[in-house]
């Protein structure tokens, strides 16, 4: 049974941190490019980052180059998302997901096969 967990969300003051991760079971991460979304309340899930595990690659959301960071831990078997410079505006669930691809950079939900829980990150002003 695959399963992706996420951790890492909380409540931040504008322009501070967080380090989101995404630990996985049932699936190795290297056979897949993993990816960050966010859904706010009213709002479509939106992408934020992606990452070929095996070869390191990534891709980001125009809204969060800059701030936030995608990257993995080979031994761990995670996925982790940085984010700096916080905003009220990132306030979401944000949702790690697998789609068995070890070649593209994936950018829509759609293409997701796995999903984690989610993680609530809240930006106060």
């Known amino acids: 049974q695959v399963q992706l967990v996420e951790s890492g969300g909380g409540l931040v003051q504008a322009g501070g941190s967080l380090r989101l991760s995404c630990t996985g079971s049932g699936l190795t991460f290297s056979w897949y490019t993993m990816g960050w979304f966010r859904q706010a309340p009213g709002k479509e899930r939106e992408f934020q980052a992606a990452?070929?595990?095996?070869?390191?690659?990534?891709n980001y959301a125009d809204s969060v180059k800059g701030r936030f960071t995608i990257s993995r831990d080979n031994a761990k078997n995670t996925v982790y998302l940085q984010m700096n410079s916080l905003k009220p505006e990132d306030t979401a669930i944000y949702y790690c997901?697998?789609?068995?691809?070890?070649?593209?950079?994936?950018?829509?939900?759609?293409?997701?096969?796995?999903w984690g829980q989610g993680t609530q990150v809240t930006g106060s002003s």
């Open positions: 997901a697998g789609a068995p691809s070890r070649t593209y950079l994936f950018r829509t939900a759609d293409e997701y096969e796995f």
């Open positions: 990452i070929i595990y095996s070869l390191g690659i990534t």
